[in-house]
């Protein structure tokens, strides 16, 4: 079993609609938990981050993390074409050490 | 912000060459730094964790005399794929994290160079 479970896609959603995409996970040592965004060919950039379970906000992007049920959600309202991108969940565990998920693939189709 | 340099961008090389790929920290210093592996399609596979100073340390699967990692310096690590072969053609990309957990990211990621083995 992996550690980090995530559904590749790919998703496809008409320009507005709300993208909700989620990450299972199964080491509890996981303290941190981050979304990624990468564009074909480029490096990872941060969307969000948190440590504690809970909703962040963050302009039109909202993470969830329930710790006890070992599940992390990402929302984009107002969805636009320029989000299309791969989405990575990512945990850090010991020694700063990140472990994704299989990254799921978005396209707004505008 | 701080940021985190690959060089090359992308290399194109004949199977049997070795090829070499530098991360660099630019304004902080990163003991540690950690070289991942992402196939088309597919998420980041972290391939060793390099550490300044000593010998690093690989995941399972991953053979260290293929894949030398050399971490000479607070600011620079190195991997050199050696006998590069078609099926070593990847996109290689190098983290660091920031010298406080409490920065805004966890991680500071290098731009990425893809490698292609003819």
């Known amino acids: 079993q992996k550690e980090v479970e995530q559904d590749p896609g790919p998703l496809s959603v008409p320009e507005g609609a709300i993208v909700s995409l989620n990450c299972t996970y199964s080491?509890?040592?996981?303290?941190?938990f981050m979304w990624y965004r990468q564009y074909s060919r480029k490096g990872p950039e941060l969307l969000m981050y948190?440590?504690?379970?809970g909703n962040k906000e963050d302009g039109r992007f909202t993470a969830q993390v329930d710790k006890s049920s070992k599940y992390i959600s990402l929302f984009i309202r107002d969805s636009q074409p320029s989000d299309s991108a791969t989405y990575l969940c990512?945990?850090?565990?010991?020694?700063?050490?990140?472990?994704f998920g299989a990254g799921t693939t978005v396209t707004v189709r505008a | 912000g701080a940021v985190v340099s690959q060089h090359p961008s992308w290399v194109i090389c004949k199977s049997g060459t070795s090829v070499k790929i530098e991360c660099r920290s630019l304004?902080?210093?990163?003991?540690?730094m950690f070289w991942y592996r992402q196939f088309p399609k597919q998420s980041l596979m972290l391939m060793a964790t390099?550490?300044?100073?000593?010998?690093?340390?690989?995941e399972q699967g991953v053979e260290k005399d293929k894949f030398l990692i050399n971490h000479a310096s607070l600011t620079l690590s190195t991997l050199t794929v050696t006998s590069a072969h078609p099926e070593d053609s990847s996109f290689y990309i190098c983290?660091?994290?920031?010298?406080?957990?409490?920065?805004?990211?966890?991680?500071?990621f290098g731009p990425g160079t893809r490698l292609l083995v003819l």
């Open positions: 983290s660091a994290p920031p010298e406080s957990i409490t920065a805004k990211e966890t991680q500071y």
């Open positions: 080491n509890s040592a996981f303290q941190y």
């Open positions: 948190t440590y504690s379970s």
């Open positions: 990512a945990m850090l565990g010991m020694w700063y050490k990140l472990s």
């Open positions: 304004d902080f210093q990163a003991t540690t």
């Open positions: 390099s550490n300044e100073g000593s010998k690093a340390t690989y």
